[in-house]
């Protein structure tokens, strides 16, 4: 198996030692900002080794080649982008052709394990569907082609066979299964998951910032098993989750159109003087002169400002006919706009927006 250092790989890891497999494991260096990885990978390594289980672990240096490569996790001239996993800015983290390059190593050296000891051998990968959308080479049909492929053009290739556990699962998925199999081997989960990096831009002393794509995704999973992330982070564990679910908040209402719950929002009863700009591209939206209290349980504003140009679409969900509002600048969902008898009403999510007084 592929070991990153991330957590998915190291929940792989375990779930295949709970299993009883024998494991060989390879990581890679490939010029990573996010170097730390291998180091927690080599400490889990060792801390699995003093808990009695053996494996082999290879660090494989790619860093030559792949220097030749552009993207924001090796080049210095691209810097790491912040915000919610899915966003376009997030493609940035992709490194070219990535995954081909590890699986085919991956898959010369299982088929040499295979002659070597005259078994059997799985590849197993930690990829899952969080990684889809914006990884194509972590989708399946992916590793359904190149495995053909590589089967194709290699003798006795009837013995590797490729093992993806959590293909239709997410980093939850990953984490719950972890939970069974540390129980199951005696294993302590906080260590085994504080030796492990998702952050690719950790700071000098390895903290993450909990900012990036992959550290929100990465937040969310301990939440949702109502755990806290044993790594360290710049911030303390609450600010962090706090900062991670409203970034899942704004990405859920901005970009699938959704709806804050009222009453809830942050500028709901703001009233400071102050001009309000688009969270997403920073476009001015609003001034505070024109925000009124509707008692709806949203930001209400009587009017945009000059050269906001908001764009104004008719929107039929949910059964009525309402005008949906989107920035210009961005083409995020910000809220709707509604004509009434005291005039016009734009119903803004606070999420939508960043307030700087005057
Ligand atoms: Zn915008």
Redesign the pocket.
Known sequence: MALSGGMDSTGLLIHLLAKGYTVSCISYEYGQKHRIELERAVANIEYLKDNGFNIEHKIADLSSAMSLFHSALTSDDVEIPEGHYEEEQMKATVVPNRNAIFASILYGYALSVALRENTDVEIALGVHSGDHAIYPDCRPEFYESIGNAFAVGNWDSEKVKFNLPYIDGDKETILRDALISCQKMNLDFDTVFANTNTSYNPDKNGRASGTSGADIERILAFHAIGRKDPVEYVKPWNEVLTGALKAQLRFHVMKENGTERPFTGEYDKHFDEGKYY?A??D?LLFSSDAKFDSGCGWPAFSKEVEDADITQLKDTSYGMIRIEVR?S??D?HLGHLFHESKGPRYCINSICLNFRGD
Do not use: L, T
């Open positions: 688009c997403d591209c476009k920035c600048g961005c995020s």
